[in-house]
T-cell receptor
């Protein structure tokens, strides 16, 4: 158990809908990262927050947004969902701002299925 | 741009034998980290081992060791005394500022 929690574990929804994925980092970690894992794209970095502020953006679609709250939990909002958004979404956390020495610990993931 | 390559889509190993999973990377950064993660069929990503670009010694964590050859830009994972529970997907990742860049993974099957 990495100490990172994600809810829900599974999510099934329809095209055009909006969903929210939730993540709580390990105790003491200030950075939260979101990744998407799909068969065609592999594991892709989406976005990072550090202590409530956005720090880095990857291949995140405009339909997707995220935030980190004062208690450091984070939410990833996915809207106008398409079939291609079906994927495993991971949250990870690390202790500091995210340098090359900063180990990221992953949550169990949320499996999103868009029908 | 940084790139990670794992050329072995799948591998078999006999229980109790050692296995090496290959990983090469391409970067012009002077400082970087290399990470290995394990993803069992249940889906979670488990951190295994880390190597910093300035580390003189190869990293080891229990049965896992990282064969780091900086000049060749390779960071191979060695699993000693394989166990059935080692059957999983293994990902090599390059630690850039603020994110990890993952390879495509190697599916390891440990046979009894």
């Amino acid at each position: 158990d990495s100490g990172v929690t994600q809810t829900p574990k599974h999510l099934i929804t329809a095209t055009g809908q909006r969903v929210t994925l939730r993540c709580s980092p390990r105790s003491g970690d200030l950075s939260v990262y979101w990744y998407q894992q799909s068969l065609d794209q592999g594991l892709q970095f989406l976005i990072q927050y550090y202590n409530g502020e956005e720090r880095a953006k990857g291949n995140i679609l405009e339909r997707f947004s995220a935030q980190q709250f004062p208690d450091l939990h984070s939410e990833l909002n996915l809207s106008s969902l398409e079939l291609g958004d079906s994927a495993l979404y991971f949250c990870a956390s690390s202790a500091s701002v995210g340098g090359w020495t900063d180990t990221q610990y992953f949550g169990p993931g949320t499996r999103l299925t868009v029908l | 741009a940084q790139k990670i390559t794992q050329t072995q889509p799948g591998m078999f190993v006999q229980e109790k034998e050692a296995v090496t999973l290959d990983c090469t990377y391409d970067t012009s950064d002077p400082s970087y980290g290399l990470f290995w993660y394990k993803q069992p069929s249940s889906g979670e990503m488990i951190f295994l081992i880390y190597q910093g670009s300035y580390d003189q010694q190869n990293a080891t964590e229990g049965r896992y060791s990282l064969n780091f050859q900086k000049a060749r830009k390779s960071a191979n994972l060695v699993i000693s005394a394989s166990q059935l529970g080692d059957s999983a997907m293994y990902f090599c990742a390059y630690g850039a500022t603020n994110k990890l860049i993952f390879g495509t993974g190697t599916l390891l099957a440990v046979q009894p």
